[in-house]
């Protein structure tokens, strides 16, 4: 059987929001506020050292006994045999993902409709990151709140795997997500910018419990 | 048994030499004029679109009998289930690659001086590609054959594999390289950059005999 997994607090360690020398000390202290999950993307390495930055991550994941997911990588999530691997609309598709990382391992898909939800959860999806639930520092087109709101309801009616909002989500914006019944929220910049990521990670954690 | 495979005229696609339009027809033609190894090199692909780029030059390769190896990426290697992977000093150790390739598919590693080769045949490697030879349009320092010639006959000499001289190969300077006992050339400009790559495969295929 596969472990249930927590999706509730999923930190996205994106290395264009957070200066990479902080990299490893703050997601440390993100875990020790009670990350449940945590992604590391990484798009401008070369693979030897995305490889050696990915081992390190897992050494440390591993350490607070939360799973370690890549991003797009799937070479490099199997070299460092990571929990899983989290696949966009650009990368490999779900379903030879699947394949190659065989049923234990963990698929992770990011979805913005219902029907890039279907195809993922057909492919073999094991859950789905649904977005841009607000603006983004990277993706700032005006997104409406109650269009995002209508966008997780119908995929939550759509697809049966569990389901993490992405994009802008914060401490000041989370409660709009109250009553969605997603199983998580992903953050990127809420905790990898945050001045003290650990009491970051347990307000937002605590703030999970009302999704 | 390892099928033996024919190294004499190994094909690097470099998008960065070629214009990606032309891609599928150079090799094509290429391949008609009797190259016997192709390497996919993408530096500038999404994974999909890489993904889509190596299933269609597989399906090409397949139709001309010749081995397809996709550069660095071994998720796409696997995706496709090319020949082989090929990686550089900056791409997953070889011994990584090795494990998750698994003992049959060909693992090439690029070395220029003999600690790198001996490390890469430790690893795993089944061949080397052994360069720069000559200067290259992207690698224009100054190569002085007689530097190529004793660093290819050191490495050589050092390890029992299979290696393929590469860097600013083409017609021109081809017989600097007879009697040196390399398995074959790898070439990018030479042939992806060739008004006739049929023809010009075909002369360079005639020069290896020499080697």
Redesign the interface.
């Known amino acids: 059987m596969r472990i249930p997994y927590n999706y509730a607090l999923y930190l996205v360690t994106d290395s264009e929001l957070c200066p990479r020398e902080n990299l490893f000390s703050q997601v440390e202290r993100a875990l020790q506020g009670g990350v449940t999950m945590v992604q590391l993307r990484e798009k401008d390495l ?4 995305f ?1 050696q930055t990915a081992l390190k991550m897992k050494s440390l994941t591993d350490r607070y006994h939360v799973p370690l997911i890549i991003n ?5 999530a ?2 460092v045999d990571a929990a899983g691997v989290h ?1 966009g ?5 779900a379903a ?1 993902v699947r394949r ?1 990382m065989g049923p234990e391992k963990l698929v992770g898909v990011s979805a913005s409709t219902v029907a890039e939800a279907v195809i993922a959860y057909n492919d073999g999806a094991d859950y789905l990151g649904v977005g841009a639930v607000f603006p983004t520092s990277t993706k700032k087109d005006a997104v409406n709140i109650k269009d995002s709101i209508a966008m997780l309801t119908a995929i939550h009616a759509a697809v049966p795997i569990p389901m993490v909002g992405i994009g802008g989500i914060s401490e000041k914006n989370i409660d709009k997500l109250y009553g969605t019944d997603i199983d998580g929220v992903a953050v990127v910049s809420a905790l990898m910018c945050a001045k003290d990521p650990r009491a970051a990670a347990e307000r937002l954690l605590a703030c999970t419990n009302s999704l």
């Open positions: 070369g693979s030897l050292a490889y797009d990588r799937l070479d490099i199997l070299a696949v609309q650009s990368d490999l598709p030879v190659l």
